[in-house]
């Protein structure tokens, strides 16, 4: 069983930067794609980045591209999620997920594990 802990939320202005991170306590983290998702209030959650086992292969949402940056550092079984250019759109609940079969993919129902949460407000 993976546990997955996301940190680096909080307050950011508008056109600020936030990096959250995801620590993995696994033995296995190398062998997983990581992704993030987030939900905003009262919408449903929606794919924001995915990220290969071996971090050669990212994907990203439309909404996020050129924004955000996922990379990983298996080393220390963490998983990133740069987010530069801050929109109020941003603001969210951010989850870390982790799939097993090793594979970046878009849709939540090929992650395996979950974390808990961070929150991410933008100020406008």
């Known amino acids: 069983q993976e546990q997955l802990v996301e940190s680096g939320g909080g307050l950011v202005q508008a056109g600020g930067s936030l990096r959250l991170s995801c620590a993995a306590s696994?033995?296995?983290?190398?062998?997983?794609?990581m992704g993030w998702f987030r939900r905003a209030p009262g919408k449903e959650r929606e794919f924001v980045s995915a990220i290969s086992y071996s971090g050669s292969i990212t994907y990203y949402a439309d909404s996020v591209k050129g924004r955000f940056t996922s990379s990983r550092d298996n080393a220390k079984n963490t998983v990133y999620l740069q987010m530069n250019s801050q929109k109020p759109e941003d603001a969210a609940v951010y989850y870390c997920?982790?799939?097993?079969?090793?594979?970046?993919?878009?849709?939540?129902?090929?992650?395996?594990?979950w974390g808990q949460g961070t929150q991410v407000t933008v100020s406008s």
């Open positions: 997920a982790a799939a097993e079969w090793g594979i970046a993919t878009t849709s939540e129902y090929e992650y395996d594990y």
């Open positions: 696994g033995r296995t983290f190398s062998r997983y794609a």
